[in-house]
């Protein structure tokens, strides 16, 4: 099955089984569809994750007693304004001490950028550079109203100047295992109830709790107290 049929699968479902998407068509993005990827974003998103461990869609302490979970979508305004806000304070002041790991599963509500977007994401996963190309993406978001701002070609360059093996990445793009990541996220948001994007559902031994948008990071350190190992 081609890939730009599964979004159009995958949104059917979701409104059979009744999840109501909380995003808007108008604007969102940047005013034009990018045309390269800045070098200046790639070396930012590389500080932003210096010294953090990543493994496929993960970063932090794999043991940490708290994962955060993120549902995002690339071509969503408000997750990318969560990677500029959110994303980086939970970084410094929860991963990194190894009070939670963070978990992101793409998921494709808006549009065939979305799909390509979770697709691409899961093979820079299968180089433990998820996290990375996510950020990097969404420094470069295009318009939301834009179905097709985000190129195969786009997200390649994105690969390389991340480091990644650019060939390596085009073979896992191109593969079925990222199809069966990307449904498996789906069905995930669904498990856990995700209407919108960003939802960050933050999962403990004491339960789990969902937070929806670009919150503070007072919000996830609240949910982890609330979730996390009794003290």
Known sequence: MKKEYWI?????ALVVVGVVVGVSLAG???DDAPSSIADADAKAVQAQMQGVPQSTNTIGDPN??????????????ACAQASTTTVPEAIDQIVKP????????????????????????????????MWSFVELIYRNQGPESDQDWLTDDLMAEAAGKLGLDVNEWKAAYAGTQVEENFLANQSAAQSDKV?????????????????????????????????????
């Not at 709790?209 to 503070?216: C, E, S």
């Open 195 to 231: 209407t919108q994007t960003p939802t960050f559902v933050v999962k403990g031994p004491r339960g789990q709790r969902a937070i929806v948008g670009a919150v503070n990071v007072s919000d996830l350190q609240a949910a982890i107290n609330e979730v996390g190992p009794a003290t």
């Open 98 to 129: 190894g009070d939670a790991k963070m978990t992101f599963r793409p998921i494709a509500f808006i549009s065939r950028s979305s799909e390509r977007g979770a697709l691409g994401a899961e093979a820079a996963g299968m180089q433990d550079a």
């Open 8 to 12: 159009g699968i995958v949104v059917a």
């Open 64 to 77: 940490a007693p708290v994962e955060i979970v993120e549902y995002g979508d690339l071509a969503c305004p």
């Open 28 to 30: 969102g993005g940047g």
